[in-house]
């Protein structure tokens, strides 16, 4: 199966710094990339993701970059806001396994 | 209305009991999932459905049991509840098995075994 690291696992920037979270991932039958951040009491939620053909996507503030040699991948969120301040979670889809591979977490704290 | 919905939000129960938690959704969604979220462990997947007729177990099915009972609903039972399994609970949907969106959690139901 697929096993999917997270780090770091906490993260305190100051507002309108850049935060940077990476995830590495070992089978590369993987081609789906989601992030998915999950505010206090809520479940988590998809703010961005990446297909294996891509070597970056931006939306906005936030951008996901893609190394497939390496296995493995990044957030960036730029120009951090109080609002930014969740739990994110990277994960990776198995090409044929049809379900996803979540990383660990890491909290971000984005301090005003 | 919440495309995903999971009842109840929190429960209280003691060791021994059966309980179940419910997921519904509005989606139209085949794939429906159960994850188990506990501190610094991420989510686990618990069970997992790819249609009424598929169920699927996850990495710690152990001590849990599902029912699908129609496309829309997916509920979680725990036959016999144990202390270790209180956690936060997520019920998730997803279209199709190439990850095109990804996931749909719930709002998750916080369950607590005294």
């Known amino acids: 199966g697929e096993n999917v690291e997270q780090h770091p696992s906490t993260l305190s920037v100051q507002e309108g710094d850049s935060a940077v979270i990476k995830c590495t991932y070992s089978?590369?039958?993987?081609?789906?990339f989601p992030w998915y951040k999950q505010e206090l009491g809520k479940g988590p939620q998809l703010i961005i993701d990446i297909r294996s053909n891509v070597g970056e996507k931006k939306d906005q503030r936030i951008a996901v970059t893609l190394n497939k040699t390496a296995k493995h991948f990044s957030l960036h969120i730029t120009e951090t806001q109080p609002e930014d301040s969740a739990v994110y979670f990277c994960a990776a889809l198995l090409y044929n396994f049809n379900k996803f591979y979540f990383g660990s977490g890491t909290k971000l704290n984005v301090k005003p | 209305d919440a495309d995903v919905t999971q009842t109840p939000r929190n429960r209280i129960t003691k060791t021994g009991k059966r309980i179940m938690l419910e997921c519904s959704q509005t989606k139209g969604h085949d794939r429906m999932y159960w994850y188990r979220q506990d501190p610094g462990l991420g989510l686990r997947l618990i069970y997992y459905?790819?249609?009424?007729?598929?169920?699927n177990k996850g990495e710690i099915s152990d001590g849990y049991s599902v029912s699908r009972q129609a496309q829309a609903k997916f509920s979680l039972s725990l036959e016999s509840a144990i202390p270790n399994q209180t956690a936060l609970y997520f019920c998730a949907t997803s279209d199709t098995g190439t990850g095109g969106g990804g996931y749909t959690f719930g709002s998750g139901t916080r369950l607590t075994v005294v």
């Open positions: 459905s790819f249609d009424v007729k598929d169920i």
């Open positions: 089978d590369s039958a993987s081609n789906y």
